[in-house]
T-cell receptor
C-alpha cells in the first residue's frame, strides 16, 4: 500500500509568492497532521484534522498560513505571501490508531 | 517553550555497543511517549512507545525506559548497528489532547564501524 504522499518534494520560490503544499493521507486514516521541521525547533505541529475537520490550528504561525482538507484523501497547506523564514521541511502525517502517526517524505521549501 | 527536550543534538557510538538517547519533558499531563527514527530525505517512522503506566517497554534491540518522577525517558539500542544511524525524535502526548504529539528537536545518532 502507498504511504502518505506529498507533493512537491522540493519547492523554491521567491519572497512574496504563494506556495501550496499537497498531501494525500493513507486511505482509511481519520487524522491528518501538518508539521514543520527546523533545526532550532525540531518538529512543530501546525494543524491537524479529524474526519476532514480542523481540530487544532494553534500551531499555525501566522495568518499567512492556511490549511484545508476538502475530502478524506486530500489536504493542502498554503502560505501566502511566503517569506524567507518559512524555509523548512514540511511534513504531512496521517493516523488511524491513537498516537502512531505515519509521515510522508516531506516537502523542502526554500524561500529566497 | 519547549515541553519536550532532547539536550544532546548528536551522539556517536561504536558498532556493537549500547546507544542511549535521552529525553526530558516538562508537562506532567503527558502520559504516552513515543520514539521516531528519521533517515535523510524521508519522513519520521514510528519506532517504539510507552504508556505512563509502565516504566519499561522492549522491542528487540530497542528498549524505552520511563522515569515519571524525573520526567525523563530514554531509548536504549543494543547492540548498535550502522543502520541505526539516523535522527531520533522523542514525542509525547496527553490523554484528552487528541492525537496531538509534541516532539523534541531530535538527536543525530551515528554508529561507527
Amino acid at each position: 500500500d502507498a504511504g502518505v504522499i506529498q507533493s512537491p518534494r522540493h519547492e523554491v520560490t521567491e519572497m512574496g509568492q504563494e506556495v501550496t503544499l499537497r498531501c494525500k493521507p493513507i486511505s482509511g486514516h481519520d487524522y491528518l497532521f501538518w508539521y514543520r521541521q527546523t533545526m532550532m525547533r525540531g518538529l512543530e505541529l501546525l494543524i491537524y484534522f479529524n474526519n476532514n475537520v480542523p481540530i487544532d490550528d494553534s500551531g499555525m504561525p501566522e495568518d499567512r498560513f492556511s490549511a484545508k482538507m476538502p475530502n478524506a484523501s486530500f489536504s493542502t497547506l498554503k502560505i501566502q505571501p511566503s517569506e524567507p523564514r518559512d524555509s523548512a521541511v514540511y511534513f504531512c502525517a496521517s493516523s488511524l490508531t491513537l498516537y502512531e502517526q505515519y509521515f510522508g517524505p516531506g516537502t523542502r521549501l526554500t524561500v529566497t | 517553550d519547549q515541553q519536550v527536550k532532547q539536550n544532546s543534538p548528536s551522539l556517536s557510538v561504536q558498532e556493537g555497543r549500547i546507544s542511549i538517547l535521552n529525553c526530558d519533558y516538562t508537562n506532567s499531563m503527558f502520559d504516552y511517549f513515543l520514539w521516531y527514527k528519521k533517515y535523510p530525505a524521508e519522513g519520521p517512522t514510528f519506532l517504539i512507545s510507552i504508556s505512563s503506566i509502565k516504566d519499561k517497554n522492549e522491542d528487540g534491540r530497542f528498549t524505552v525506559f520511563l522515569n515519571k518522577s524525573a520526567k525523563h525517558l530514554s531509548l536504549h539500542i543494543v547492540p548498535s548497528q550502522p543502520g541505526d544511524s539516523a535522527v531520533y525524535f522523542c514525542a509525547a502526548s496527553a490523554t484528552g489532547g487528541g492525537n496531538k504529539l509534541t516532539f523534541g528537536t531530535g538527536t543525530q545518532l551515528k554508529v561507527e564501524l
